[in-house]
């Protein structure tokens, strides 16, 4: 393999057909993805995807896109089933909001379970 300098070599690594994280993109996905179902009766069908920003052993918070009828179902206080990249949906309560951008809100969850 040739030597490359500089930004060229950060480049290869990181676009290369065979690099570490690709085969297992996929699975890496669903590891930083968040999926929020407002109705905590019957099976788990989320309406609303984000990205986990954080996550710990009592809560996470997420990144979402929200629109008018999602942002009324995920107030503070509401109860919701959420799943928080490979964890199984367990119930949770919204615990704080904090709007990130336009359009885009950041929501802290606590687990329940």
């Known amino acids: 393999m040739e030597k490359l300098q500089g930004g060229n070599r950060r480049k290869y690594l990181r676009y ?3 690099h570490l ?5 996929e699975k890496r996905a669903m590891e930083i993805t968040g999926f929020v179902d407002p109705v905590t009766e019957g099976d788990f069908d989320p309406t609303v995807v984000g990205f986990l920003t954080d996550k710990s052993h009592s809560g996470c918070s997420l990144a979402v896109n929200l629109e008018h009828e999602e942002q009324l179902a995920l107030a503070i206080g509401c109860h919701c089933l959420l799943k928080a990249g490979p964890l199984s949906p367990m119930m949770a309560v919204v615990r704080w909001r904090k709007i990130w951008d336009e359009g885009i809100v950041k929501i802290g969850f606590e687990f329940l379970e």
């Open 16 to 18: 290369r057909p065979d």
């Open 21 to 25: 994280h690709v085969d297992n993109l």
